[in-house]
């Protein structure tokens, strides 16, 4: 067996594969595409890096149309970040929640629940 396949999971959460768009709190502006999901944090794809040793406020789980009400809103904290070689780079960033409330964490539950049912 090749050493790639001998590797374990470190990780210690699940993450659930969803394609959700993610916002700026202060511009309502598309950051980027998360494309997994736990209630500790997310990995995002975007064309622009996020910023490094900031706190960033984001919001996702539901349209700009739709009712506030049913947005998700965080603060964040980039842990990790990769990118693309590709003429039109890809950053990769491992976002992980700071201190969310436990109706935050509910209702990012009910969001997992509804996109992988």
């Known amino acids: 067996m090749s050493a790639q396949l ?3 999971e470190k990780r210690r959460l699940k993450r659930f594969s969803v394609r ?3 916002y700026s709190q202060q511009t309502d502006e598309l950051i980027g595409y998360a ?3 736990h209630t500790d944090g997310m990995m995002i794809s975007s064309k622009k ?8 406020s984001i919001w996702f789980g539901a ?3 739709e009712k506030r009400l049913n947005r998700i ?4 904290y980039k842990v990790w970040e990769s990118f693309t070689d590709t003429k ?3 950053y990769y960033s491992g976002l992980h929640f700071v201190s969310p409330s436990e109706k935050t964490l ?3 539950q009910s969001l997992l629940y509804d996109v992988n049912n």
């Open 106 to 108: 509910d209702k990012i």
């Open 49 to 56: 890096p996020i910023p490094s040793k900031q706190e960033l």
């Open 63 to 65: 349209t700009k149309e």
């Open 88 to 90: 039109d780079r890809l």
């Open 20 to 22: 959700l768009k993610v």
């Open 6 to 8: 001998q590797a374990r």
């Open 73 to 76: 809103f965080l603060r964040s």
């Open 35 to 37: 494309e997994n999901l």
